[in-house]
Protein backbone atom coordinates (compact mmCIF):
# COMPACT_ATOMS: atom_id res chain seq x y z
CA UNK A 1 0.00 0.00 0.00
CA UNK A 2 2.33 2.38 0.87
CA UNK A 3 4.85 2.16 -2.49
CA UNK A 4 1.54 2.26 -4.42
CA UNK A 5 0.19 5.44 -2.34
CA UNK A 6 -3.04 3.77 -1.71
CA UNK A 7 -5.20 4.12 1.92
CA UNK A 8 -7.83 1.69 0.78
CA UNK A 9 -6.78 -2.09 1.52
CA UNK A 10 -9.30 -2.89 -1.18
CA UNK A 11 -7.47 -1.09 -3.38
CA UNK A 12 -4.57 -3.15 -3.69
CA UNK A 13 -3.52 -5.20 -6.60
CA UNK A 14 -3.92 -8.74 -6.44
CA UNK A 15 -2.79 -11.48 -8.56
CA UNK A 16 -6.15 -13.19 -10.18
CA UNK A 17 -6.05 -15.95 -12.50
CA UNK A 18 -3.15 -17.73 -14.07
CA UNK A 19 -3.63 -18.92 -17.23
CA UNK A 20 -1.09 -21.58 -18.98
CA UNK A 21 -1.42 -22.27 -23.05
CA UNK A 22 0.28 -24.18 -25.26
CA UNK A 23 -0.32 -24.28 -29.23
CA UNK A 24 0.79 -27.29 -31.04
CA UNK A 25 0.36 -26.45 -34.36
CA UNK A 26 1.91 -30.11 -35.33
CA UNK A 27 -0.60 -32.05 -33.48
CA UNK A 28 -2.81 -32.19 -36.71
CA UNK A 29 0.24 -34.57 -38.01
CA UNK A 30 0.86 -36.15 -34.90
CA UNK A 31 -2.52 -37.11 -33.22
CA UNK A 32 -1.03 -38.49 -30.24
CA UNK A 33 0.69 -35.14 -29.48
CA UNK A 34 -1.90 -33.71 -27.35
CA UNK A 35 -2.39 -36.43 -25.14
CA UNK A 36 1.33 -35.99 -24.18
CA UNK A 37 1.52 -32.26 -23.96
CA UNK A 38 -2.00 -32.71 -21.94
CA UNK A 39 0.15 -35.05 -19.17
CA UNK A 40 2.82 -32.76 -19.00
CA UNK A 41 0.47 -29.91 -18.79
CA UNK A 42 -1.54 -31.28 -16.26
CA UNK A 43 1.87 -32.10 -14.04
CA UNK A 44 2.97 -29.08 -13.58
CA UNK A 45 -0.58 -27.21 -13.02
CA UNK A 46 -2.58 -29.40 -10.57
CA UNK A 47 -5.21 -29.63 -13.62
CA UNK A 48 -6.42 -30.98 -16.63
CA UNK A 49 -5.93 -28.91 -19.62
CA UNK A 50 -8.82 -27.91 -21.44
CA UNK A 51 -8.19 -28.67 -25.93
CA UNK A 52 -8.56 -25.64 -27.67
CA UNK A 53 -10.25 -25.86 -31.09
CA UNK A 54 -9.75 -24.37 -34.64
CA UNK A 55 -12.50 -21.95 -34.89
CA UNK A 56 -12.61 -21.85 -38.78
CA UNK A 57 -10.65 -23.51 -41.95
CA UNK A 58 -7.53 -22.41 -43.17
CA UNK A 59 -6.38 -24.71 -45.67
CA UNK A 60 -2.94 -23.10 -46.60
CA UNK A 61 -2.21 -24.12 -43.04
CA UNK A 62 -1.68 -27.83 -42.96
CA UNK A 63 -5.31 -28.04 -44.09
CA UNK A 64 -6.98 -27.11 -41.15
CA UNK A 65 -10.50 -27.45 -40.29
CA UNK A 66 -13.05 -26.13 -38.17
CA UNK A 67 -12.77 -28.19 -34.63
CA UNK A 68 -9.67 -29.53 -35.24
CA UNK A 69 -7.75 -29.65 -32.00
CA UNK A 70 -4.51 -27.17 -32.35
CA UNK A 71 -3.64 -26.57 -28.51
CA UNK A 72 -4.19 -26.79 -24.42
CA UNK A 73 -4.88 -24.34 -21.65
CA UNK A 74 -5.60 -24.45 -18.29
CA UNK A 75 -6.69 -21.20 -16.32
CA UNK A 76 -5.13 -21.57 -12.34
CA UNK A 77 -7.03 -19.75 -9.51
CA UNK A 78 -7.02 -19.98 -5.56
CA UNK A 79 -4.18 -22.09 -3.93
CA UNK A 80 -3.32 -24.14 -6.96
CA UNK A 81 -2.43 -20.75 -8.73
CA UNK A 82 -0.23 -19.75 -5.58
CA UNK A 83 1.39 -23.37 -5.76
CA UNK A 84 2.47 -22.94 -9.39
CA UNK A 85 3.45 -19.41 -9.17
CA UNK A 86 6.22 -20.07 -6.03
CA UNK A 87 7.48 -23.32 -7.81
CA UNK A 88 7.67 -21.35 -11.25
CA UNK A 89 9.22 -17.83 -9.69
CA UNK A 90 11.32 -19.97 -6.74
CA UNK A 91 12.41 -23.42 -9.13
CA UNK A 92 11.57 -23.15 -12.75
CA UNK A 93 12.87 -19.30 -13.82
CA UNK A 94 16.46 -20.00 -12.25
CA UNK A 95 16.53 -23.20 -13.81
CA UNK A 96 16.11 -21.94 -17.41
CA UNK A 97 19.29 -22.16 -18.86
CA UNK A 98 21.04 -17.93 -19.67
CA UNK A 99 18.34 -16.86 -17.64
CA UNK A 100 18.58 -12.54 -16.77
CA UNK A 101 15.89 -11.98 -15.31
CA UNK A 102 11.63 -11.26 -16.67
CA UNK A 103 11.53 -8.05 -18.77
CA UNK A 104 9.36 -5.02 -18.04
CA UNK A 105 8.14 -4.96 -21.71
CA UNK A 106 6.03 -8.09 -21.59
CA UNK A 107 3.01 -6.38 -19.95
CA UNK A 108 -0.20 -5.88 -22.11
CA UNK A 109 -0.97 -2.48 -21.08
CA UNK A 110 -4.31 -3.73 -18.57
CA UNK A 111 -2.17 -4.91 -15.99
CA UNK A 112 -1.77 -8.32 -16.84
CA UNK A 113 2.24 -10.09 -17.89
CA UNK A 114 2.89 -12.63 -20.37
CA UNK A 115 5.87 -15.07 -19.97
CA UNK A 116 7.18 -16.97 -23.13
CA UNK A 117 8.85 -20.17 -22.00
CA UNK A 118 10.81 -21.85 -25.32
CA UNK A 119 10.87 -25.59 -23.57
CA UNK A 120 8.41 -26.68 -21.54
CA UNK A 121 10.48 -29.65 -19.91
CA UNK A 122 12.10 -26.70 -17.63
CA UNK A 123 9.70 -27.51 -15.32
CA UNK A 124 10.92 -30.16 -12.90
CA UNK A 125 7.39 -32.06 -12.81
CA UNK A 126 8.34 -33.04 -16.66
CA UNK A 127 9.90 -36.18 -17.28
CA UNK A 128 12.60 -35.66 -19.70
CA UNK A 129 13.00 -39.35 -20.75
CA UNK A 130 9.45 -38.81 -22.65
CA UNK A 131 9.79 -35.42 -24.35
CA UNK A 132 10.63 -35.90 -27.99
CA UNK A 133 10.80 -32.47 -28.50
CA UNK A 134 10.43 -28.83 -27.13
CA UNK A 135 7.07 -27.60 -26.84
CA UNK A 136 6.60 -23.81 -26.06
CA UNK A 137 4.40 -22.27 -22.98
CA UNK A 138 3.00 -19.17 -22.44
CA UNK A 139 2.07 -18.05 -18.90
CA UNK A 140 -0.03 -15.06 -18.36
CA UNK A 141 -0.74 -13.47 -15.04
CA UNK A 142 -3.83 -11.65 -14.80
CA UNK A 143 -4.11 -8.91 -12.04
CA UNK A 144 -7.08 -6.98 -10.56
CA UNK A 145 -5.29 -3.58 -11.91
CA UNK A 146 -5.67 -1.60 -14.84
CA UNK A 147 -1.90 -0.20 -14.68
CA UNK A 148 0.97 -1.91 -16.07
CA UNK A 149 3.16 0.40 -12.99
CA UNK A 150 1.03 -1.40 -10.36
CA UNK A 151 1.10 -4.50 -11.14
CA UNK A 152 4.93 -4.10 -12.01
CA UNK A 153 4.76 -3.41 -8.10
CA UNK A 154 2.56 -6.04 -7.30
CA UNK A 155 4.77 -8.87 -8.95
CA UNK A 156 8.11 -7.48 -7.75
CA UNK A 157 6.98 -7.57 -4.37
CA UNK A 158 5.67 -11.48 -5.05
CA UNK A 159 9.80 -12.08 -5.94
CA UNK A 160 9.46 -11.75 -9.31
CA UNK A 161 13.18 -11.73 -10.75
CA UNK A 162 12.71 -8.39 -13.08
CA UNK A 163 15.66 -7.21 -15.27
CA UNK A 164 16.67 -3.85 -14.64
Known sequence: MKSLGLFNPMAVPMVSKVVINSGLGDALVDKTLIDRMSQDISMLSGQK????????????????????????????????????????????LPGIKDFRGLSRKSFDGSGNYSIGIKNHAVFLEVDQNRVDSPRGLQVVIHTTTSRDEDAYVLLKSLGFPFRD
Not at 68 to 84: E, K, N, P
Open 49 to 92: PKVTRARKDISNFNRLKKGDAIGLMVTLRGDRMWDFLDKFVSVT
